[in-house]
């Protein structure tokens, strides 16, 4: 994020961060962190879902050890469940078209 974004997001959450450091690295994670829970995010929309796989690639980003680790892990059975999905799909749609 820019610091502008950082500042229009600080000016949103005022009320809430009276008498914090604007500066202090804890407190800008916690107005980010208001800022998510005050978000409305419905997940019914492909908007929602992005900002769902946004919001979990961003704490993966700052994760580290082993949180890291199981959130890639996740990631990649994922993907493998996709692509297994898709190989069948190709291989049911192969065998139907050419017998």
């Known amino acids: 994020m820019e610091r502008g974004e950082r500042d229009e997001e600080l000016e949103r959450l005022g009320d809430d961060l009276d008498g914090l450091d604007p500066q202090d690295p804890e407190v800008r994670a916690f107005a980010a962190h ?4 005050q978000r409305p995010n419905s997940e ?11 919001d979990f690639a961003q704490s ?9 680790l199981v959130a890639v892990s996740v990631v990649v059975l994922i993907l493998l469940g996709v692509l297994f999905t898709v190989w069948n799909a190709v291989a049911f749609m192969l065998h139907t078209f050419l017998g």
């Open 60 to 68: 993966v980003n700052r994760a580290d050890g082993h949180r890291r």
């Open 34 to 37: 208001r800022d998510r829970m």
């Open 44 to 54: 019914a929309t492909v908007e929602g879902m992005l900002r769902g796989v946004d």
